[in-house]
C-alpha cells in the first residue's frame, strides 16, 4: 500500500492554521512574512535548479534513480504484488495547485526506470519563518513511525541537499511529524486536536520520528499517509537539525537538547489534491468528521504557489492506492543556519510535558522554558518508541 510520488521540492515551510485549528497562531500574518521573504532571497536559496547538472555530473542523479526503483520493488515484493504493477508519475504541472501533477508521460509495465525516476530539477526552498504547529521534542530515533496507526501505508526517500555547494548533506538528524488518518496529532493535548482533555495523548509518539542522512544525504521514513484537519491543507512536517551541532543520548536513542532545540530548515510537504481525494475515501480516513481544505483553499499554499512547488511526486506500489505509495523529494536548505525552535512540548523519561510558553509550538525563536521545577531531564526513554 505504498504510493510513490518524487518530489524535488524543498517543501513550504513552516505553514500554520487558524485558531479553530491550532489556537494563537495569526496564519495570514505568516503568508505575508513568506511572501516578503521569497521577493528578497536571493536565486540560490529558493531553487535547486542550479544544482541539477553537478548532482548528475557527480553520478547522484544515477544513484537516485536505481535506489528508488530498487526500493519500489523491493516493497511490492514483500507485499506480493505483481513486480511490475501499473502507476503514474508525477509533475510536469501547469500551476502547482492543479488538482493532479500527473505528467503526460506514457507511463507502462516497460518505461525505463531512468525516466520514471528521475529528479525534476524544480527543488524550492521555502523560508524558515516558524516550525509550524505542534513540534515535540525529544522523539526517538527511528525511522519507522505507524506503531498502531491505520492508514495507507506511505514510504518516503528524502535527499537533503546544500543550497551553498548543490552537494548532499550527510550526518543531519531531520525530525518528521504528521496528524493521523482523522486528523489528530500525537503528543498534544489542546483544542483544535482531537479530545482536548485527553491529556495521555501527551505521552503518544505516534506518526513521529527522526532519522540521519547516509553518505548520499539519504533518510526514509515509513509511516502513513496524513489526514486532515480543520483550516489546513493535507501536510507533513519537516525540520533539519544544524550539522555538526548534534549529538545523540545513546541510553535512549534520542538527541541532545531537549530544551534547547534549534534548526536549520522547516518545511512543510504537500500532496496532489487528486491523490487525496483517493485516500479520502478509504477507512479510516472517510470516518473523520473535519472539513477538509483543499490545496486551494489553504491560504498560505495558495500565497506561495506561484514560487513555491511544494508537492511531491508518486507512484502506486499496487493497482490501487490503498496498495500504499511510495514518494520520493530532494529538500534544498542551508546547513550553516541555525535558529532556536520553541517546540510546543517536550517528551521526557517521566512523559510528555506541555510547554506552556509555546503558544502551541508556531512561534520562531526563543526556545521556550523548561517547565518549572523540571530542570532538564534527559529526552524520551525507550518507552516512547
Not at 535548479?49 to 542523479?61: I, N
Not at 521526557?348 to 510547554?355: A, K, R
Request: glycine share 8%.
Amino acid at each position: 500500500m505504498v504510493h510513490l510520488a518524487s518530489t524535488l521540492v524543498a517543501g513550504l515551510a513552516g505553514l500554520a492554521s487558524i485558531a479553530s485549528a491550532h489556537p494563537g497562531h495569526d496564519h495570514k500574518a505568516e503568508a505575508a512574512q513568506r511572501a516578503a521573504f521569497m521577493k528578497r532571497a536571493p536565486v540560490h536559496s529558493r531553487s535547486l535548479d542550479q544544482c541539477a547538472d553537478k548532482l548528475r555530473a557527480r553520478g547522484q542523479e544515477k544513484k537516485n534513480v536505481a535506489r528508488r526503483d530498487r526500493l519500489v520493488q523491493e516493497l511490492r515484493a514483500k507485499k506480493g504484488v505483481q513486480a511490475r504493477a501499473p502507476f503514474l508519475k508525477a509533475r510536469d504541472l501547469d500551476t502547482v495547485l492543479n488538482t493532479t501533477h500527473h505528467s503526460s508521460l506514457d507511463v507502462n509495465l516497460s518505461t525505463d526506470p531512468e525516466v520514471l525516476f528521475a529528479s525534476n530539477a524544480t527543488c524550492i526552498l521555502g523560508p524558515d519563518v516558524t516550525q509550524g504547529p505542534y513540534y515535540v521534542t525529544g522523539e526517538m530515533i527511528r525511522s519507522n513511525l505507524v506503531e498502531d496507526q491505520e492508514g495507507v501505508p506511505l514510504y518516503m526517500d528524502i535527499q537533503m541537499i546544500d543550497t551553498n555547494t548543490c552537494e548532499p548533506v550527510p550526518e543531519v538528524y531531520v525530525d518528521f511529524w504528521h496528524c493521523n488518518a482523522t486528523g489528530v496529532y500525537s503528543g498534544i493535548a489542546a483544542s483544535g486536536n482531537g479530545n482536548s482533555d485527553d491529556t495521555t495523548n501527551l505521552d503518544a509518539t505516534f506518526l513521529r520520528g527522526l532519522q540521519k542522512t547516509d553518505k548520499d544525504g539519504i533518510l526514509q521514513f515509513q509511516t502513513i499517509f496524513p489526514g486532515h484537519y480543520t483550516s489546513r491543507a493535507t501536510h507533513i512536517h519537516i525540520l533539519s537539525h544544524p550539522a555538526n551541532e548534534t549529538t545523540v543520548n545513546h541510553n535512549n536513542n534520542t538527541i541532545s537538547g531537549l530544551y534547547t532545540s534549534s534548526s536549520s530548515y522547516v518545511g512543510q510537504l504537500f500532496f496532489d489534491q487528486d491523490l487525496i481525494s483517493k485516500v479520502e475515501e478509504t477507512a479510516p480516513y472517510n470516518t473523520n468528521t473535519q472539513e477538509l481544505t483543499t490545496n486551494a483553499e489553504d491560504s498560505i499554499l495558495s500565497e506561495e504557489a506561484d514560487t513555491i512547488d511544494p508537492f511531491v511526486e508518486y507512484v502506486f506500489l499496487g493497482d490501487d492506492v490503498s496498495d500504499g505509495i511510495f514518494s520520493w523529494i530532494s529538500l534544498g536548505f542551508d546547513p550553516t543556519a541555525s535558529t532556536d525552535v520553541t517546540p510546543a512540548a517536550y517528551l521526557t523519561e517521566e512523559g510528555g510535558i506541555e510547554n506552556e510558553n509555546s503558544g502551541m509550538g508556531m512561534g520562531g525563536g526563543g526556545g521556550g522554558e523548561p517547565p518549572s521545577g523540571s530542570g532538564a531531564p534527559a529526552a524520551s526513554s525507550s518507552a516512547s518508541a
